[in-house]
C-alpha cells in the first residue's frame, strides 16, 4: 500500500513559476514509476510527466522544455518545477505512482495560471 500527498500548488501569473511535490509513504519499494498529470473539467486526465524507479523521464511534448520532474535519492519525493507557465496550464495535478498490478492517485493540487 502506498499513499501520496501533494503540495505546492497555487495561483500564480503568466511566466511564473511554481514547484510541486509529492510525498509517497508505504511500501516505496514497489513504485515502478511516479509521475505527474493534469486534468481540467470536461477533459481527460492527461500525463505531463513521470519517472521510473531508474531514473530514467518522460516529459510531454506540451511541456517539454518549461516542465522538469525529478525524484528525491531516497525515492520517496517526486517534484515537478514548472516555469514559464502559461494559463493552458490550468489544471488540478496529480500525483501517480504505479507498481507492478496497482496504481495510486494522490488527491489532486489546483494550479491557476492568470494575471
Known amino acids: 500500500q502506498v499513499h501520496l500527498v501533494e503540495s505546492g500548488g497555487g495561483l500564480v501569473q503568466p511566466g511564473g513559476s511554481l514547484r510541486l511535490s509529492c510525498v509517497a509513504s508505504?511500501?516505496?519499494?514497489?513504485?515502478?514509476?511516479m509521475g505527474w498529470y493534469r486534468q481540467v473539467p470536461g477533459s481527460q486526465r492527461e500525463l505531463v510527466a513521470a519517472?521510473?524507479?531508474?531514473?530514467?523521464?518522460n516529459v510531454a511534448d506540451s511541456v517539454k522544455g518549461r516542465f522538469t520532474i525529478s525524484r528525491d535519492t531516497a525515492k520517496t519525493t517526486v517534484y515537478l518545477q514548472m516555469n514559464s507557465l502559461k494559463p493552458e496550464d490550468t489544471a488540478v495535478y496529480y500525483c501517480?505512482?504505479?507498481?507492478?498490478?496497482?496504481?495510486?492517485w494522490g488527491q489532486g493540487t489546483q494550479v491557476t495560471v492568470s494575471s
Open positions: 501517480n505512482a504505479d507498481g507492478r498490478l496497482w496504481r495510486q
Open positions: 508505504g511500501v516505496i519499494s514497489s513504485i515502478n514509476v
Open positions: 519517472v521510473t524507479s531508474g531514473g530514467i523521464t
